[in-house]
């Protein structure tokens, strides 16, 4: 099956601690994102990579580290640099070319820093 | 910067009632516009898109939005909802040429039986 699948599910660590969110894709989409979600807040923009090798950070990007190495995985590690870190994390991704704007959501993570 | 104004955060409706869920942006220029449902413990998904073309989009699901371009508006509509309704209701934009997404803040809908 196709897919983004993102793990784990539920992600629980101590202030302080950097964590990395995983985030895989196999429908061969070039493009890949990370948002978080907050209640009342919707969705914002953390880091994006459009090509391997290659990101650009988003609206919300301090506190968060990203990398992309391989064209399916673009995992982001929350250091604790990052105030507010708890919150709920999706991974998107989309194909290319103009006409195929939709992007495709994982499951989350829902991280809680202790 | 785009922006993106969903009026109504929660919204409660009996089944068999009628949806209109608001949504306003601010970009002056072309623009793809999103309806995404996030139904509880699920993926966030996408019920709907326009693109170009007609303004009157329909959508999985029984849902349609309607594009008006001089009120930059992108509305949802249902004209009888479902128990199964029941979700978070996000209303997305995009400039074309530029892969990314600004997001409103999100509707709650209960349906309640």
């Known amino acids: 099956d196709g897919g983004i699948t993102q793990s784990p599910k539920y992600l629980f660590r101590k202030e302080g601690q950097n964590v990395t969110l995983s985030c895989e894709q196999n429908l061969n989409h070039d493009a890949m994102y990370w948002y978080r979600q907050d209640p009342g807040q919707g969705l914002r923009l953390i880091y994006y990579s459009q090509i391997v090798n290659d990101f650009q950070k988003g609206d919300i990007a301090e506190g968060y580290s990203v990398s992309r190495e391989k064209k399916e995985s673009f995992p982001l590690t929350v250091t604790s640099a990052q105030k507010n870190p708890t919150a709920f994390y999706l991974c998107?991704?989309?194909?290319?070319?103009?006409?195929?704007?939709?992007?495709?959501f994982g499951p989350g993570t829902r991280l809680t820093v202790l | 910067a785009q922006s993106v104004s969903q009026h109504n955060h929660h919204v409660i409706l009996s089944e068999a009632a009628s949806l209109e869920l608001g949504c306003n942006y601010s970009?002056?220029?072309?623009?793809?516009l999103f309806w995404y449902v996030q139904y509880p413990g699920q993926h966030l998904q996408l019920l709907l898109k326009y693109f170009s073309g007609d303004p009157l989009v329909k959508g999985i699901k029984g849902f349609e939005a309607e594009f008006i371009k001089s009120k930059f508006s992108f509305n949802l509509r249902k004209p009888s909802v479902q128990w199964s309704d029941t979700a978070e209701y996000f209303c997305a934009v995009m400039n074309t040429g530029f892969q990314k997404l600004v997001f409103g803040t999100g509707t709650r809908l209960l349906v309640s039986p």
């Open positions: 998107a991704s989309s194909p290319p070319g103009l006409e195929y704007n939709e992007q495709f």
């Open positions: 970009y002056g220029g072309t623009v793809n």
